[in-house]
T-cell receptor, first 113, second 111 residues
């Protein structure tokens, strides 16, 4: 079955430190992959998406993600975290059959000063 | 340009009641999808509407139904509410295909 795994429920990083959030997916066809961010009480904001082409994708707010087919991964990175990045991050795969996004359980990012 | 708007923002209902949630898609978007996000979980797909028809449906009971209007806005109806229906309900819109823009959601509490 199609699924998305985000192994880390919580991650705490110091402000200014680098960040990597992990995402692994299980999907038989070529995946369309997404990262969303959700602040408390808010909806989902799209950070970046991968459809095809260059496996390193740039997004908003200084985030990037790298698609690695051999590892079925789509990890999110940021070189220097700001306190305002504290939020919950969701990785998702788009299933063309079903026209739906399948989400991971999310990773809560805490930023300490 | 307004994004996806949802109303109401919060709602409290009693078990057994019925509820209607509303969504206006981003301008130019004709496809609306609904997701349920329980506390501490990722969103789960409920269904998708396109051209006023339910195009796809997730693993939700028939108590969950929807509608799309000619102006592409949409409603989500839930009958016979259960405590487990308490969640954040998210609407997403797109010009077909994968949903790219989400609203801020409606927080439903069932007591």
């Amino acid at each position: 079955a199609q699924s998305v795994t985000q192994p880390d429920i919580h991650i705490t990083v110091s402000e200014g430190a680098s960040l990597e959030l992990r995402c692994n997916y299980s999907y038989g066809a070529t995946p369309y992959l997404f990262w969303y961010v959700q602040s408390p009480g808010q909806g989902l904001q799209l950070l970046l998406k991968y459809f095809s082409g260059d496996t390193l994708v740039q997004g908003i707010k200084g985030f990037e993600a790298e698609f690695k087919r051999s590892q079925s991964s789509f990890n999110l990175r940021k070189p220097s975290v700001h306190w305002s990045d504290a939020a919950e991050y969701f990785c998702a795969v788009y299933m063309e059959y079903g026209n739906k996004l399948v989400f991971g359980a999310g990773t809560i990012l805490r930023v300490k000063s | 340009d307004a994004g996806v708007t949802q109303s109401p923002t919060h709602l409290i209902k009693t078990r057994g009641q019925q509820v209607t949630l509303r969504c206006s898609p981003k301008s130019g978007h004709d496809t609306v999808s609904w997701y349920q996000q329980a506390l501490g979980q990722g969103p789960q797909f409920i269904f998708q509407y396109y051209e006023e028809e339910e195009r796809q449906r997730g693993n939700f009971p028939d108590r969950f139904s929807g509608h799309q209007f000619p102006n592409y806005s949409s409603e989500l109806n839930v009958n016979a509410l259960l405590l487990g229906d308490s969640a954040l309900y998210l609407c997403a819109s797109s010009p077909g295909g994968s949903p790219l823009h989400f609203g801020n959601g409606t927080r439903l509490t069932v007591t």
